[in-house]
């Protein structure tokens, strides 16, 4: 496995937001995104067993991980991994282009958080829609929204595909005013989660590691 970093920090997304966890963030993506914000993820990295990965977890103590990237699901040995994460808490991190058949998840602590890619991110036409049926309750599916547009399509997307998991909205920092988003949202009486990203609020945008 390919590993660009493994730090500790606090979740800045999804339900798990705010509480501290161990971000393994591997290297590699098949996608490229106008908005991506890990590019230096797209070749940088070290080779890794799951066995060393586990090892690295385990010295920073917590005990729920986030599996980033990149794109994790490209990891041919992630069912490995997973297995010694058994009693971990654990999300992956995953872009919405690769099909979640080649992982299934039966331990409930494992989660998926599903990125689905808006048209302002180039990449939309890639997302697999099929696998919205592989979700279960316990798993999250993420927009990540930098104007109107990209909200409609969502919006359409959920009123099609969503069946099973936890829906949130992330406003593109800097790019999107968060009270009109929040307006939308109310207005067309989604359930539907607002959420910034968190960790580019303390730290600010670029800084990598957290």
């Known amino acids: ?62 005990k729920r991980v986030c599996l980033t990237g990149g794109e994790p699901l490209l990891q041919k040995e992630m069912g490995e991994l997973m297995a010694l994460l058994n009693d971990y808490i654990v999300t992956i991190e995953t872009n919405g282009s690769v099909d979640l058949e080649s992982l299934i998840l039966k331990n409930p602590k494992h989660s998926y958080v599903m990125d689905m890619k808006v048209p302002s991110s180039g990449c939309s036409d890639q997302m697999l829609f099929d696998n919205f049926d592989l979700l279960r309750e316990q798993d999250e599916i993420k927009f990540v929204i930098g104007d109107r547009v990209d909200y409609e399509w969502a919006k359409g997307l959920i009123s099609n595909y969503h ?14 005013d968060y009270s009109t988003m929040v307006r939308w949202i109310l207005e067309d009486r989604l359930d539907v989660r607002f959420q910034v990203q968190l960790h580019k609020v303390i730290w600010g945008p670029d800084k990598t590691g957290v």
């Open 1 to 62: 496995m390919k590993v660009n970093e493994i730090f500790l920090s606090i979740q800045g997304e999804s339900m798990s937001a705010g509480f501290p966890t161990v971000f393994v963030r591997f290297t590699g993506c098949n996608l490229r995104c106008s908005y991506c914000d890990t590019k230096y993820a797209y070749n940088e990295g070290r080779d890794m067993t799951p066995s060393e990965i586990f090892e690295e977890i385990k010295k920073l103590h917590y």
């Open 163 to 176: 069946r099973k998991g936890n829906i949130t909205f992330s406003p593109i920092y800097e790019k999107i």
